[in-house]
């Protein structure tokens, strides 16, 4: 049986799965994260959300200008962060 898989914090689907089987053949459905209700299609720039009941379409902004520049800095502040732990821990501080 197909689980379709969703985030914890935001509900937003993230993929599917197989369940797997009890010892008995039974499909193991009750997943932390899953359901087996399948989501809506969705269309440029939505985003399948769960509710904890059912499945409902979104924006999706994780591809805008902002959202991508967010990404960026926050890429290029770990990275900067990183190389002075590193110059730090070899005494180049």
Wanted: aromatic share 8%.
């Amino acid at each position: 049986m197909k689980l379709y898989k969703y985030g914890l914090k935001t509900g937003e689907f993230t993929g599917e799965m197989e369940s797997q089987k009890r010892p008995n053949g039974q499909d193991i459905i009750d997943v932390i994260g899953a359901t087996v209700k399948q989501p809506p299609q969705t269309g440029e720039k939505q985003a399948a959300r769960w509710t904890g009941e059912s499945w409902e379409l979104v924006e999706d902004h994780h591809y805008t200008r902002a959202c991508l520049q967010t990404s960026y800095r926050s890429r290029m502040s770990e990275a900067a962060r990183q190389t002075k732990a590193a110059k730090t821990s070899a005494g180049l501080s």
